[in-house]
């Protein structure tokens, strides 16, 4: 598999419910970071979360890292309508100098009213 | 809240054609990016670019493709002889050097469809 990869690949769940994505990777990271997409819309920069870090939160959203199994999992708590998008995953690593992004697959999640 | 600014945010061309994708970064950042996403795909890095030069580059970028900071505020990217496949939505990203743990900030985008 390749860096960054999110399970599941889609993600239904009625408004009020949490929403649970996971991200696996393989190589060692500086950081971790989550981004959302609306359809044909540009990237918004989520949360980060440092390698040496093991769980953050900034208003409904809360992440996990574990280094040791090389993965994380983004928690959206009492969804809403409006957090329909794709969120994805991107690693930055400790190898190469610019820390660029290797971004995840992406999961689509859906939220019904 | 600064923002990153692309333009145009749709461009339609010919195969064979040039087309030169523009960015304006957040004008405090020093680091600068282009990803490209094919429809219904992952997220890809092509290039980076810093301190006037690129610093690093992925297989994508081959050949065809240039950037380059003509003025203090512009970021381009050059696709000399587009292809099919060249058809994207490709964002252009800033990112401020405070250490290795900043995040990235993107722009709106822009699709390029080569027809």
């Known amino acids: 598999s390749q860096q960054g990869e999110e399970d599941p690949q889609a993600l239904s769940i009625q408004e009020g419910e949490n929403a649970t994505m996971n991200c696996s990777y393989k190589?060692?990271?500086?950081?971790l970071q989550w981004y959302r997409q609306n359809s044909g819309r540009g990237l918004v920069h989520l949360i980060l979360i440092r390698s040496n870090e093991r769980e953050k939160h900034s208003g409904r959203l809360r992440v996990t890292l574990d280094t040791s199994k090389k993965s994380s999992s983004l928690l959206i708590t009492a969804s809403r309508a409006a957090d329909t998008a794709s969120y994805f995953c991107?690693?930055?690593?400790?190898?190469?100098?610019?820390?660029?992004?290797?971004f995840g697959s992406g999961t689509q999640l859906t939220v019904l009213p | 809240e600064p923002e990153v600014t692309q333009t145009p945010s749709h461009q339609v061309t010919q195969m064979g054609q040039e087309v030169i994708l523009r960015c304006v970064p957040i004008?405090?950042?020093?680091?600068f990016y282009w990803y490209r996403q094919i429809l219904g795909q992952k997220v890809e890095f092509l290039v980076s670019?810093?301190?006037?030069?690129?610093?690093?580059k992925s297989e994508i970028f081959d050949d065809q493709f240039s950037v380059e900071r003509p003025d203090g505020s512009n970021f381009t990217l050059k696709i000399r002889s587009t292809k099919l496949e060249d058809s994207a939505m490709y964002f252009c990203?800033?990112?401020?050097?405070?250490?290795?743990?900043?995040?990235?900030?993107f722009g709106q985008g822009t699709r390029l469809t080569v027809v």
């Open positions: 990203a800033s990112r401020f050097p405070g250490g290795t743990n900043t995040e990235a900030f």
């Open positions: 670019f810093y301190n006037n030069e690129i610093s690093e």
């Open positions: 991107a690693t930055v690593l400790t190898s190469g100098s610019a820390r660029q992004l290797t």
């Open positions: 004008s405090n950042h020093l680091y």
């Open positions: 190589t060692s990271i500086n950081n």
